[in-house]
């Protein structure tokens, strides 16, 4: 199994800040990296493919970047509905999610 | 628009299984361009990959549950089901039926409202 590591695990941070969430694979996985938000209680939704095509109708300030092993969830100006859990998958094998990072209103 | 929605029993017993079935409305299981698959997530835990399948038949699991798991289409109801065997306490989750793209991101682009699934006698 490929194994996708995020950190940091949780973060808080004001509305208006920047926000970045890694996430790392325990080998290379080309861009094959998606980015998910998750809010309470529903399913989740992508925002990133291609570890930096984005998705339709999701705000540009949604970034992602990266290839190979490394990669980044960047948003640019964290607004009010931002507050979610974000996980990455890698599809390059068998699909495998990073554990999460809980973004809080600090 | 695509809509998947999950359904089956919410609690099942231990070495029993677990049968969900998702029916697809606004699109058809039999589209070359799209696995549909399932995802799991335990109570205020993660996301688990369980497994998918294509319309060829191919199908791919997650190698930690492979041995007790199938996922199975009926093109005749547009459905797609999941079966896990021999169920225990850890297999309590939030189940979602998921379509994604066959190739290329292989993003998960459409998911089910999601169905909480216990197990416990």
């Known amino acids: 199994d490929i194994q996708m590591t995020q950190s940091p695990s949780s973060l808080s941070a004001s509305v208006g800040d920047r926000v970045t969430i890694t996430c790392r694979a325990s080998?290379?996985?080309?861009?094959?990296l998606n980015w998910y938000q998750q809010k309470p209680g529903k399913a989740p939704k992508v925002l990133i493919y291609d570890a930096s095509s984005l998705q339709s109708g999701v705000p540009s300030r949604f970034s992602g970047s990266g290839s190979g092993t490394d990669f980044t969830l960047t948003i640019s100006s964290l607004q009010p509905e931002d507050f979610a859990t974000y996980y990455c998958q890698q599809t390059h094998t068998i699909p495998t999610f990073g554990q999460g990072t809980k973004v809080e209103i600090k | 628009q695509l809509q998947l929605q999950e359904s089956g029993p919410g609690l099942v017993k231990p070495s029993e299984t677990l049968s969900l079935t998702c029916t697809v409305a606004?699109?058809?299981?039999?589209?070359?361009?799209?696995?549909w698959g399932w995802i799991r997530q335990p109570p205020g835990k993660g996301l688990e990959w369980i497994g998918s399948m294509y319309y060829s038949g191919s199908t791919y699991y997650n190698p930690s549950l492979k041995s007790r798991v199938a996922i199975s289409v009926d093109t005749s109801k547009n459905q797609f089901s999941l079966k896990v065997n021999s169920v225990t306490a850890a297999d309590t989750a939030v189940y979602y039926c998921v379509r994604g793209e066959g190739s290329s991101s292989g993003k998960t682009d459409y998911w089910g409202q999601g169905t909480l699934v216990t197990v416990s006698s």
């Open positions: 606004g699109g058809s299981v039999t589209s070359r361009s799209y696995y």
């Open positions: 080998q290379s996985i080309s861009n094959y």
